[in-house]
């Protein structure tokens, strides 16, 4: 009966060892950076589709997309929807969209406002207008993410809402 491990033996583990531990070393870095990574695209693609909720909500009982409403001018960066209660705009700047109620520069009531935290978010909308007014809007969005030194894009989808639709 043998006790023990030959001179061989040894060798053959001493030499695989280290190939199994690099290759669980790579997997076990790549769980641990891409599990964080996946949450946080999760997390911000609810809000994401929270504030398109909102923002089908305001354009199905909407009233007309005005192009300017007192100081404010719609265009890439501003989306004004008028409602029967007043008017609303959309406004993303620096990884947050706001939502805020406007009101006439007379009245002095306070801003009703929310806001939606999307650091990595791509939001563009254009507004389709016929002789002149407003009859829907296209949103695309994506999640734009630097994956290794390149930039990763997911999620990425269009919508259109049209007016009056609720």
Request: proline content about 4%; charged content about 20%.
């Amino acid at each position: 009966m043998r006790k023990g491990m030959t001179l061989v033996e040894i060798l053959v583990v001493l030499i695989v060892l280290p190939f199994a531990m690099i290759a669980f070393d790579v997997l076990f870095r790549s769980a641990l950076s891409d599990i964080p990574r996946s949450a946080r695209l999760v997390q911000e693609n609810v809000s994401l589709l929270n504030m398109l909720e909102q923002m089908r909500q305001d354009i199905g009982g909407a009233k007309a997309l005005p192009q300017s409403y007192g100081q404010d001018t719609a265009g890439e960066g501003l989306l004004l929807i008028e409602l029967a209660d007043g008017v609303v705009s959309y406004q993303l700047s620096g990884g947050k969209m706001l939502r805020r109620r406007l009101t006439p520069a007379k009245e002095e009531q306070p801003m009703d406002a929310r806001v939606w935290s999307l650091p990595n978010s791509q939001v563009q909308w254009r507004t389709w207008r016929q002789d002149g007014r407003g009859y829907a809007v296209e949103v695309t969005t994506a999640i734009r993410y630097k994956l290794r030194s390149k930039y990763q894009q997911r999620m990425a989808n269009s919508h259109l809402y049209f007016l009056g639709t609720t």
